[in-house]
Each structure stands twice: as structure tokens, then as C-alpha cells.
């Protein structure tokens, strides 16, 4: 896709902004949708309870990005509490390959929503 958009569209992109844009795509494709591509994306979590959503998303997106984006190393994934009534998160720190570049991101496991979270909102290490 980097190929597309630098040739059709005009957009440069550093090697980071592609990386986020690929798993944007990976981390919010139905898993089984593309029968060429079985292990590509993550399953519906349908009815499950949190803690199952959280341990089957975890497994899938290490093996999905293990597969699919191989510029990226995951170093943990974490739950993210959840918010005013809402299901908890999913927060997937990574490192860049080439660089040793971390990153950090926030997946809303309902929505699929995928956002790198800035270093300011990180929580403090001590937990403070």
C-alpha cells in the first residue's frame, strides 16, 4: 500500500506512519473474511466475557503481527481499565525493528479502534 500511495496519491509517509497505517488495516479486518488469508486480522469476540476477549485478542495479535507486519516486535500486550461503564482495552506496546523505535497503542476491542497513545498519556511507571 506504501507503493499506492506515494505513486497515486502523492503521500509520503515516514517508515512509522506506514507501520501504524498496516496495522490499523490488520488489528480492524474480521479474521476468516479473506479465505486466501485465514490468519489475517482477529476474530469477532461475539459473547464473550471480558477476560476472554482480552486473553483471545492478546494471542491473536501477536500471531497476526508476528505474520503480517514483520517491521514490528511486540514487547507486551496489557489491559487497559475500563472507563465509565465501558469494556477495558487492550494496551499493545511494540518496537520498531529497525530502529528499536517503542510504540504504544490503545485498542478499543468493541470498536477495533486502534490509536497510538503519546508519551504524556502514558501512566507513570510506579503507578502514580
Same mark, same amino acid.
Request: aromatic share 4%; proline share 8%.
Given at each position: 500500500?506504501?507503493?499506492?500511495?506515494?505513486?497515486?496519491?502523492?503521500?509520503?509517509?515516514?517508515?512509522?506512519?506506514?507501520?501504524?497505517?498496516?496495522?490499523?488495516?490488520?488489528?480492524?479486518?474480521?479474521?476468516?473474511?479473506?479465505?486466501?488469508?485465514?490468519?489475517?486480522?482477529?476474530?469477532?469476540?461475539?459473547?464473550?466475557?471480558?477476560?476472554?476477549?482480552?486473553?483471545?485478542? +492478546?494471542? $491473536?495479535?501477536? /500471531?497476526? *503481527?508476528?505474520?503480517?507486519?514483520? =517491521?514490528?516486535?511486540?514487547?507486551?500486550?496489557? !489491559? #487497559?481499565?475500563?472507563?465509565?461503564?465501558?469494556?477495558?482495552?487492550?494496551?499493545?506496546?511494540?518496537?520498531?525493528?529497525? +530502529?528499536? $523505535?517503542?510504540? /504504544?497503542? *490503545?485498542?478499543?476491542?468493541?470498536? =477495533?479502534?486502534?490509536?497510538?497513545?503519546?508519551? !504524556? #498519556?502514558?501512566?507513570?511507571?510506579?503507578?502514580?
Amino acid at each position: 500500500m506504501g507503493f499506492l500511495h506515494r505513486k497515486f496519491l502523492g503521500v509520503m509517509e515516514t517508515p512509522r506512519e506506514a507501520v501504524l497505517r498496516n496495522l490499523g488495516h490488520l488489528l480492524q479486518a474480521k479474521r476468516g473474511a479473506a479465505s486466501l488469508l485465514p490468519g489475517f486480522g482477529l476474530t469477532e469476540t461475539g459473547f464473550r466475557s471480558d477476560a476472554e476477549r482480552v486473553a483471545g485478542l +492478546s494471542a $491473536e495479535i501477536r /500471531e497476526t *503481527l508476528a505474520c503480517y507486519e514483520p =517491521r514490528v516486535e511486540v514487547v507486551e500486550i496489557n !489491559e #487497559e481499565p475500563a472507563r465509565a461503564g465501558g469494556a477495558p482495552g487492550l494496551v499493545v506496546r511494540l518496537r520498531l525493528r529497525g +530502529s528499536l $523505535e517503542p510504540m /504504544e497503542l *490503545l485498542l478499543d476491542p468493541g470498536s =477495533r479502534r486502534l490509536r497510538e497513545r503519546p508519551p !504524556e #498519556e502514558a501512566p507513570a511507571e510506579d503507578g502514580t
